[in-house]
Protein backbone atom coordinates (compact mmCIF):
# COMPACT_ATOMS: atom_id res chain seq x y z
CA UNK A 1 0.00 0.00 0.00
CA UNK A 2 3.52 2.45 -0.13
CA UNK A 3 2.99 2.69 3.30
CA UNK A 4 6.97 1.74 3.89
CA UNK A 5 7.47 5.47 4.22
CA UNK A 6 5.91 6.12 6.96
CA UNK A 7 6.44 2.56 8.44
CA UNK A 8 8.99 0.21 8.64
CA UNK A 9 6.63 -2.76 7.88
CA UNK A 10 7.46 -4.00 4.38
CA UNK A 11 3.57 -4.91 3.25
CA UNK A 12 4.60 -6.44 -0.34
CA UNK A 13 6.76 -9.12 1.98
CA UNK A 14 3.30 -11.65 1.78
CA UNK A 15 3.63 -11.18 -2.06
CA UNK A 16 7.46 -11.32 -1.97
CA UNK A 17 7.62 -14.47 -0.27
CA UNK A 18 5.24 -16.41 -2.03
CA UNK A 19 7.33 -15.38 -5.57
CA UNK A 20 9.69 -16.78 -3.66
CA UNK A 21 8.36 -19.98 -3.09
CA UNK A 22 6.75 -20.28 -6.49
CA UNK A 23 10.26 -19.88 -7.90
CA UNK A 24 11.59 -22.82 -5.60
CA UNK A 25 8.76 -24.87 -6.19
CA UNK A 26 7.29 -24.25 -9.30
CA UNK A 27 3.79 -24.91 -10.58
CA UNK A 28 3.30 -28.07 -8.29
CA UNK A 29 3.20 -25.27 -5.57
CA UNK A 30 -0.11 -24.59 -6.07
CA UNK A 31 -2.03 -28.02 -5.26
CA UNK A 32 -1.50 -26.59 -1.86
CA UNK A 33 -2.72 -23.64 -1.80
CA UNK A 34 -5.92 -23.06 -0.53
CA UNK A 35 -7.69 -18.83 -0.92
CA UNK A 36 -9.97 -17.17 1.88
CA UNK A 37 -13.27 -17.06 0.08
CA UNK A 38 -13.15 -12.99 0.78
CA UNK A 39 -12.04 -11.09 3.52
CA UNK A 40 -14.23 -11.25 7.14
CA UNK A 41 -16.72 -9.59 7.25
CA UNK A 42 -18.12 -6.50 9.79
CA UNK A 43 -20.63 -8.81 10.51
CA UNK A 44 -18.40 -11.24 11.53
CA UNK A 45 -16.53 -9.53 13.31
CA UNK A 46 -18.81 -7.91 15.79
CA UNK A 47 -19.57 -11.39 16.37
CA UNK A 48 -16.38 -11.86 18.39
CA UNK A 49 -15.41 -7.90 18.54
CA UNK A 50 -16.64 -4.97 20.75
CA UNK A 51 -19.07 -3.73 18.40
CA UNK A 52 -18.13 -0.03 20.22
CA UNK A 53 -14.44 -0.91 19.10
CA UNK A 54 -15.29 -1.48 15.14
CA UNK A 55 -17.24 1.64 15.42
CA UNK A 56 -13.47 3.59 16.58
CA UNK A 57 -12.16 2.45 12.94
CA UNK A 58 -14.08 4.66 11.23
CA UNK A 59 -12.03 7.30 13.04
CA UNK A 60 -8.74 9.19 11.14
CA UNK A 61 -7.31 9.78 14.37
CA UNK A 62 -8.15 6.79 16.25
CA UNK A 63 -6.72 4.81 12.81
CA UNK A 64 -3.57 6.51 12.92
CA UNK A 65 -2.91 6.02 16.57
CA UNK A 66 -3.44 2.41 16.45
CA UNK A 67 -1.47 2.02 12.99
CA UNK A 68 1.33 4.07 14.12
CA UNK A 69 1.29 6.07 11.09
CA UNK A 70 0.73 9.46 12.21
CA UNK A 71 -0.15 11.22 8.66
CA UNK A 72 -3.04 8.87 8.40
CA UNK A 73 -5.15 11.70 10.26
CA UNK A 74 -5.00 13.42 7.00
CA UNK A 75 -6.38 10.21 5.11
CA UNK A 76 -10.12 9.66 4.72
CA UNK A 77 -10.94 6.57 6.88
CA UNK A 78 -12.42 5.05 3.57
CA UNK A 79 -9.29 5.43 1.69
CA UNK A 80 -7.83 3.52 5.28
CA UNK A 81 -10.28 0.85 5.24
CA UNK A 82 -9.16 -0.09 0.97
CA UNK A 83 -6.10 -0.15 1.70
CA UNK A 84 -5.16 -1.19 5.12
CA UNK A 85 -8.01 -2.31 6.79
CA UNK A 86 -9.46 -5.04 4.21
CA UNK A 87 -6.32 -5.93 3.53
CA UNK A 88 -6.24 -7.33 7.29
CA UNK A 89 -9.44 -8.43 6.83
CA UNK A 90 -8.47 -10.68 4.35
CA UNK A 91 -5.83 -12.17 6.37
CA UNK A 92 -7.83 -12.86 9.18
CA UNK A 93 -10.12 -14.95 7.55
CA UNK A 94 -6.59 -16.59 6.29
CA UNK A 95 -5.87 -17.25 9.89
CA UNK A 96 -9.49 -19.11 10.21
CA UNK A 97 -9.16 -20.95 7.30
CA UNK A 98 -5.60 -22.00 8.22
CA UNK A 99 -6.52 -23.09 11.17
CA UNK A 100 -9.63 -25.66 9.70
CA UNK A 101 -6.48 -26.23 7.16
CA UNK A 102 -3.79 -27.29 10.45
CA UNK A 103 -6.60 -29.54 11.78
CA UNK A 104 -6.89 -31.75 8.30
CA UNK A 105 -3.67 -31.84 6.98
CA UNK A 106 -1.48 -31.26 10.52
CA UNK A 107 0.02 -28.21 9.66
CA UNK A 108 -0.93 -25.24 7.99
CA UNK A 109 0.71 -21.75 7.01
CA UNK A 110 -1.33 -18.37 6.44
CA UNK A 111 1.39 -15.69 4.30
CA UNK A 112 0.11 -13.17 7.09
CA UNK A 113 -1.61 -12.68 10.40
CA UNK A 114 -0.17 -12.82 13.49
CA UNK A 115 -2.20 -9.82 14.98
CA UNK A 116 -1.04 -10.34 18.35
CA UNK A 117 -1.57 -6.94 19.83
CA UNK A 118 -5.11 -7.01 19.01
CA UNK A 119 -7.94 -7.91 21.44
CA UNK A 120 -11.47 -8.07 21.02
CA UNK A 121 -12.24 -5.02 22.83
CA UNK A 122 -9.06 -2.71 21.32
CA UNK A 123 -6.43 -2.53 18.66
CA UNK A 124 -2.88 -1.95 19.14
CA UNK A 125 0.25 -1.76 17.47
CA UNK A 126 -0.18 -2.31 13.60
CA UNK A 127 -2.71 -4.82 14.92
CA UNK A 128 -6.43 -4.33 14.11
CA UNK A 129 -8.42 -7.65 14.53
CA UNK A 130 -7.88 -10.35 16.94
CA UNK A 131 -7.36 -12.99 14.18
CA UNK A 132 -6.18 -15.97 17.00
CA UNK A 133 -9.01 -15.22 18.84
CA UNK A 134 -11.14 -15.18 16.11
CA UNK A 135 -10.11 -18.72 14.34
CA UNK A 136 -10.22 -20.41 17.96
CA UNK A 137 -13.96 -19.00 18.33
CA UNK A 138 -14.33 -20.73 14.70
CA UNK A 139 -13.06 -23.80 15.48
CA UNK A 140 -15.34 -24.07 19.12
CA UNK A 141 -18.69 -22.55 17.49
CA UNK A 142 -18.16 -25.12 14.28
CA UNK A 143 -17.73 -28.39 16.72
CA UNK A 144 -13.94 -28.80 14.93
CA UNK A 145 -13.19 -28.12 18.59
CA UNK A 146 -14.89 -29.24 21.19
CA UNK A 147 -14.83 -26.96 24.38
CA UNK A 148 -12.53 -28.81 26.43
CA UNK A 149 -9.98 -29.15 24.15
CA UNK A 150 -6.62 -27.46 25.06
CA UNK A 151 -5.15 -24.78 22.51
CA UNK A 152 -1.36 -24.34 22.95
CA UNK A 153 0.06 -20.36 21.90
CA UNK A 154 3.58 -20.51 20.90
CA UNK A 155 4.84 -16.74 20.39
CA UNK A 156 8.37 -15.92 19.61
CA UNK A 157 7.78 -12.83 17.87
CA UNK A 158 10.29 -10.44 19.00
CA UNK A 159 7.14 -7.62 21.25
CA UNK A 160 4.87 -9.71 23.68
CA UNK A 161 1.56 -11.12 22.52
CA UNK A 162 -0.53 -9.00 24.79
CA UNK A 163 -3.40 -8.87 22.81
CA UNK A 164 -3.49 -12.59 23.05
CA UNK A 165 -2.97 -12.57 26.73
CA UNK A 166 -5.81 -10.01 26.65
CA UNK A 167 -8.26 -12.63 24.80
CA UNK A 168 -7.44 -15.17 26.42
CA UNK A 169 -7.89 -13.42 30.15
CA UNK A 170 -10.16 -15.62 31.36
CA UNK A 171 -9.83 -18.87 29.22
CA UNK A 172 -7.58 -21.52 30.68
CA UNK A 173 -8.12 -24.19 27.87
CA UNK A 174 -5.62 -21.74 25.88
CA UNK A 175 -1.94 -21.76 27.45
CA UNK A 176 0.51 -19.46 26.13
CA UNK A 177 4.47 -19.55 26.12
CA UNK A 178 5.83 -16.10 25.01
CA UNK A 179 9.23 -15.42 24.43
CA UNK A 180 10.14 -11.73 23.70
CA UNK A 181 12.19 -8.97 24.12
CA UNK A 182 11.44 -7.98 27.96
CA UNK A 183 13.12 -4.23 27.07
CA UNK A 184 10.75 -3.33 23.83
CA UNK A 185 7.09 -2.43 23.34
CA UNK A 186 4.41 -3.20 24.60
CA UNK A 187 5.83 -3.45 28.13
CA UNK A 188 2.59 -4.41 28.95
CA UNK A 189 2.78 -5.83 32.64
CA UNK A 190 -1.01 -6.56 33.36
CA UNK A 191 -0.92 -8.75 30.17
CA UNK A 192 2.27 -10.36 30.90
CA UNK A 193 0.55 -11.97 34.07
CA UNK A 194 -1.78 -14.66 31.96
CA UNK A 195 1.45 -15.49 30.04
CA UNK A 196 1.58 -19.57 31.29
CA UNK A 197 5.76 -19.75 30.16
CA UNK A 198 6.97 -16.35 29.92
CA UNK A 199 10.68 -16.24 28.81
CA UNK A 200 11.48 -12.74 28.96
CA UNK A 201 15.09 -12.10 27.22
CA UNK A 202 16.90 -8.79 27.27
CA UNK A 203 17.43 -6.29 24.57
CA UNK A 204 20.50 -7.28 22.04
CA UNK A 205 21.03 -10.68 24.01
CA UNK A 206 23.73 -12.90 22.87
CA UNK A 207 21.80 -15.63 20.29
CA UNK A 208 22.49 -18.53 22.66
CA UNK A 209 21.18 -17.07 25.40
CA UNK A 210 17.90 -16.55 23.10
CA UNK A 211 17.79 -20.15 21.80
CA UNK A 212 18.92 -22.24 24.50
CA UNK A 213 15.79 -20.90 26.67
CA UNK A 214 13.60 -21.58 23.59
CA UNK A 215 15.29 -25.58 23.97
CA UNK A 216 15.24 -26.03 28.02
CA UNK A 217 12.13 -24.58 28.23
CA UNK A 218 9.62 -25.27 25.77
CA UNK A 219 9.68 -29.02 26.00
CA UNK A 220 8.74 -29.44 29.09
CA UNK A 221 6.00 -26.57 28.60
CA UNK A 222 4.53 -28.68 26.00
CA UNK A 223 4.50 -31.96 27.90
CA UNK A 224 3.02 -30.21 30.74
CA UNK A 225 -0.13 -29.66 28.13
CA UNK A 226 -0.09 -32.57 26.92
CA UNK A 227 0.24 -34.95 29.48
CA UNK A 228 -3.37 -33.42 31.16
CA UNK A 229 -5.58 -33.57 28.67
CA UNK A 230 -6.24 -33.65 24.54
CA UNK A 231 -4.74 -30.83 23.07
CA UNK A 232 -6.61 -29.93 19.93
CA UNK A 233 -4.54 -27.52 17.76
CA UNK A 234 -1.49 -25.45 18.58
CA UNK A 235 -0.55 -21.26 16.94
CA UNK A 236 3.10 -20.91 16.04
CA UNK A 237 3.32 -17.18 15.51
CA UNK A 238 7.03 -16.70 13.87
CA UNK A 239 7.87 -13.39 14.24
CA UNK A 240 10.53 -12.50 11.85
CA UNK A 241 11.65 -9.62 14.03
CA UNK A 242 13.94 -11.51 16.31
CA UNK A 243 16.86 -11.16 13.18
CA UNK A 244 19.63 -9.05 14.25
CA UNK A 245 19.18 -6.37 11.11
CA UNK A 246 14.81 -5.63 12.48
CA UNK A 247 14.58 -2.33 12.55
CA UNK A 248 12.41 -2.69 16.00
CA UNK A 249 12.95 -6.16 17.52
CA UNK A 250 16.00 -5.30 18.90
CA UNK A 251 17.39 -9.08 19.01
CA UNK A 252 20.43 -10.34 17.35
CA UNK A 253 19.65 -13.92 15.58
CA UNK A 254 20.81 -14.53 12.00
CA UNK A 255 18.96 -15.36 9.01
CA UNK A 256 20.46 -19.11 9.87
CA UNK A 257 19.69 -19.03 13.57
CA UNK A 258 16.13 -18.06 12.75
CA UNK A 259 15.45 -20.94 10.53
CA UNK A 260 16.87 -23.33 13.07
CA UNK A 261 14.23 -21.31 15.98
CA UNK A 262 11.52 -22.01 13.49
CA UNK A 263 12.40 -26.01 12.70
CA UNK A 264 13.02 -26.75 16.64
CA UNK A 265 9.70 -25.03 16.91
CA UNK A 266 7.99 -27.13 13.91
CA UNK A 267 9.64 -30.21 15.05
CA UNK A 268 8.56 -29.88 18.50
CA UNK A 269 4.98 -29.53 17.69
CA UNK A 270 4.33 -31.79 14.62
CA UNK A 271 6.56 -34.37 16.48
CA UNK A 272 3.84 -34.62 19.48
CA UNK A 273 0.80 -34.98 16.62
CA UNK A 274 -0.51 -31.50 17.67
CA UNK A 275 -2.17 -29.73 14.44
CA UNK A 276 -0.54 -26.61 13.68
CA UNK A 277 -1.19 -23.08 12.53
CA UNK A 278 1.53 -21.28 11.95
CA UNK A 279 1.35 -17.03 11.46
CA UNK A 280 4.17 -14.47 10.61
CA UNK A 281 3.36 -11.98 12.65
CA UNK A 282 6.46 -8.80 13.14
CA UNK A 283 8.60 -8.70 10.69
CA UNK A 284 10.50 -5.54 9.79
CA UNK A 285 13.26 -6.01 7.86
CA UNK A 286 14.69 -6.01 4.09
CA UNK A 287 14.97 -9.60 4.23
CA UNK A 288 12.27 -10.01 5.92
CA UNK A 289 10.10 -11.66 3.00
CA UNK A 290 12.98 -14.00 2.41
CA UNK A 291 13.32 -15.59 6.49
CA UNK A 292 9.39 -16.44 5.67
CA UNK A 293 9.68 -18.00 2.58
CA UNK A 294 12.80 -20.02 4.21
CA UNK A 295 10.58 -20.90 6.85
CA UNK A 296 8.04 -21.99 4.72
CA UNK A 297 10.53 -23.75 1.91
CA UNK A 298 11.70 -26.13 5.27
CA UNK A 299 7.33 -26.72 5.68
CA UNK A 300 6.56 -27.83 2.13
CA UNK A 301 9.78 -29.90 1.98
CA UNK A 302 8.87 -31.34 5.03
CA UNK A 303 5.54 -32.08 5.09
CA UNK A 304 4.23 -30.91 1.97
CA UNK A 305 5.44 -33.98 -0.02
CA UNK A 306 6.90 -31.37 -2.62
CA UNK A 307 10.88 -30.72 -3.55
CA UNK A 308 12.34 -28.03 -4.95
CA UNK A 309 12.42 -27.60 -8.80
CA UNK A 310 15.34 -28.63 -10.73
Not at 185 to 197: H, K
Not at 288 to 294: E, G, T
Not at 298 to 308: K, V
Request: glycine content about 8%; hydrophobic content about 40%; aromatic content about 10%.
Amino acid sequence: AGLEKFHPFDGRKYGRAWKVLRRHFGRPLHRLLVKPPGPITYEQLRQFHDPAYLRKLRDRAFLAKLLEIPPLRRVPAWLIERLILRRMRWATMGTIVAAREALTHGIAVNLSGGYHHASPANGHGFCAFADVGLAIADLRSSGLLSQEDKVIYVDLDAHQGNGVCRTFVNDPRVLIYDQYNRNTFPLDSEARRRIDCDVAVPKRCHPADYLSPLQDRLPPFLDSVTSTGRVGIANYNAGTDVYIEDQLGGLSLSAPQVLQRDRFVLNELVNRNIPTLVLLSGGYSPESYQLVASMVEYIIETWGGLTPRT
